[in-house]
């Protein structure tokens, strides 16, 4: 079981997290946050379930977790951050979860838009959620998930050799609660850095990303594209060249 008391109160943040929201079972925390935006202001709330059956992953899949040992939960920002900001906190939710695995011992690389990689196979993403109003972003649902005490082999079979699992690399279990109060942590420092030192942000990200100069596949108007990652732009973009030509792509699904 999750314990949320034990999640605030390793939180050193000033807005973050305040608000937790705990759910025995759901099918996604992501759909959950945006069913709680509806209902009034809640940034900084966190939604976390210990049994999500339908979530959400990148490329239109489904995030797969194994109930009360996987980790997965979302963070709502409600606040009117500039548009040309959307990638930066994509990429600071990254480098926030790589942080939080670090502390435990783990050494992850990113994979764009938002995927969290250990040892060559996948251990983590993220899913960032959108409603735009005109010129800034008027809400943001960030989704987590993380495979943490679980086996490889508690996961289908068709993916087990894609994946893997902080248990599995670290040969010992892991308090969720802490993954969750450290990527908390390094977010909301990470969301204050974008303002003032963005290059910091672009920096940061590259210095771990895993397939620079290299050819990615990636989700782009419900089609798969495949492009040389370049680099990121200056707002955060990914600089991808396909038929020659470089152009810039934001990770953010807008709602």
Known sequence: MIFTQLIQTNLRTKQLGKNIEYYSRLDSTNTEAWELVKEN?????????????????????IWEMVPGKSLVFSLILSKNYPVDRSGLISLSASLALNESLNKRGLEAKLKWPNDLFVEGKKIGGILCETKMDNSSIKTMVIGVGVNVNESISEHDENIQKKLTTMFEV?????????????????????????????????????????????????????KILEGIFCGLDDNGFAKIEIDNKVKSFSSINLI
Request: glycine share 4%; net charge negative; hydrophobic share 35%.
């Open 41 to 61: 202001n809640n940034h900084g709330t966190i939604i976390i379930t210990e049994n999500q059956t339908n979530g959400k992953g990148q490329k239109n899949k």
């Open 170 to 222: 670290s040969k010992h279990p892991h308090q969720r609660e802490l993954i969750v109060a450290e990527f908390i942590n390094s977010f909301e420092l990470f969301l204050n850095t974008l303002f003032v030192e963005p290059n910091q942000i672009i920096e940061a990200w590259l210095d771990k990303c895993m397939h620079l100069n290299e050819k990615i596949l990636f989700l782009q108007n419900e």
